[in-house]
């Protein structure tokens, strides 16, 4: 990999450790400052929000500035308000919930801003599209698996405020190798209107079948991965297999280790994943199914955590050539257009899965989710076959 995709990988995987840290700091000292379950809930609540409606506005903000002064500018404001929290704390032991609401909402709207960005500048980076999308989503699944738990123990040992002082740290490092990230040249758009400039990228989507392909993929790969991040796999677990809550944490990290070990793959093989990128989406997805299936005739303890495992690895046979196909499609300069698209269908759609899926296992029962998600894989492989004319 080029020397400024490293940079961006890095920079980047130090912003989102931070960013765990935060939420779980954050969410923790809510619960405890309330000892109400409502309260400590607004904070993912509002964090989903402001993610929404920054990545819906995100093409106002790259119409002006160039997308590395956008995720340098990003950075740096959510440090100077990290920094006014803690000097807040430190004038006063407590801190007001409306305030602490108030400034989880501002960093999270700058961090949704970032996210389409580090997506669409891949591409002027990087030499090689495989090698970095690998790199980068194994340093996002690393950064979730050690995160949320790390983050937990920093602030039970340590307390809010110097747990906090650890994250504006994270957060000072990666706002400087943000900063010497090469300039990208920004496209003049003076003539193009705001509401142009807004709904550039769903006109692209509309109008190009190979995007419109992707959306529709996505929202099937959402549905279909929505029993592994929702309450439906607490339910196998305790139901079905009768573990404990602590089981469930197990899968999870198994699941996170096998996308991990995907990525790793993918990145050694990244020339064979470019050159045959329908074939492995395809065979991603029918072992994916395949796996799911297995899990739903053969439910076994120890059988669970391999496959969930296996899942997570097969994720990214599918996520890595899908990214590259997409970064493949579309101009440079409107690809952060089209990621802003995919950001905010992404969000409406994970959370409409989520609860269809809760609804379906709580009124009909866990292995009709279960089916409900192999249907949806075996449909998304017929879609990647039925378009292949398209993405090799």
């Given at each position: 990999m080029s020397k400024d995709i490293r940079k961006l990988v890095i920079s980047q995987g130090l912003a989102n450790l931070a960013d765990v840290f935060f939420r779980v700091i954050v969410i923790a000292n809510v619960f405890v400052l309330s000892g109400s379950v409502i309260s400590t809930s607004l904070v993912p609540i509002l964090i989903g929000l402001s993610f929404f409606l920054a990545s819906f506005l995100v093409p106002l903000v790259t119409k002006r500035l160039a997308l590395n002064r956008v995720l340098?500018?990003?950075?740096?404001?959510?440090?100077?308000?990290?920094a006014i929290l803690l000097f807040?704390?430190?004038?006063?032991?407590?801190?007001?919930?409306?305030?602490?609401?108030?400034i989880v909402t501002l960093i999270s709207v700058l961090d949704g801003f970032a996210a389409p960005v580090s997506y669409a500048i891949v591409p002027r980076y990087?030499?090689?599209l495989a090698k970095a999308n690998a790199a980068i989503s194994m340093s996002g699944e690393s950064v979730q698996l050690v995160?949320?738990?790390?983050?937990g123990f920093l602030f039970a040992s340590l307390g809010m405020n110097p747990s906090l002082l650890i994250v504006l740290a994270l957060f000072t490092f990666s706002t400087i190798l943000m900063f010497g990230l090469p300039l990208v040249e920004k496209e003049e758009l003076s003539s193009e209107t705001n509401v142009e400039t807004l709904t550039k990228g769903w006109r692209l989507v509309a109008k190009e079948s190979r995007l419109g392909f992707i959306v529709q993929a996505n929202l099937l790969e959402i549905l279909a991965n929505a029993i592994w991040v929702s309450s439906v796999l607490l339910v196998f677990?305790?139901?079905i297999l009768h573990r404990s809550e602590s089981y469930w944490g197990y899968v999870n990290t198994s699941y996170s280790l096998g996308i991990i070990l995907g990525g790793a793959i993918v990145f050694r093989l990244a020339e064979k994943v470019v050159t045959y990128k329908y074939q492995t989406m395809t065979f991603s997805l029918l072992a994916t199914a395949l796996v799911t299936l297995l899990i739903v005739l053969f439910p076994n303890p120890p059988a669970f955590l391999f496959?969930?495992?296996v899942i997570g690895f097969l994720s990214q046979i599918k996520e890595v050539p899908e990214s590259v196909f997409l970064q493949e499609s579309v101009d440079e300069k409107e690809l952060v257009n089209v990621y802003s698209v995919i950001e905010v269908v992404s969000t409406l759609a994970f959370s409409a899965s989520v609860f269809l899926m809760s609804f379906i296992t709580e009124y009909f029962g866990v292995f009709t989710s279960f089916g409900l998600t192999i249907l949806c894989l075996l449909v998304e492989s017929i879609l990647v076959l039925s378009n292949k004319h398209q993405i090799n």
């Open positions: 340098f500018l990003t950075q740096l404001g959510k440090t100077i308000m990290l807040l704390l430190k004038q006063s032991e407590t801190i007001s919930l409306p305030l602490l609401y108030a990087a030499s090689d995160g949320w738990g790390l983050g677990v305790t139901e496959l969930s495992l």
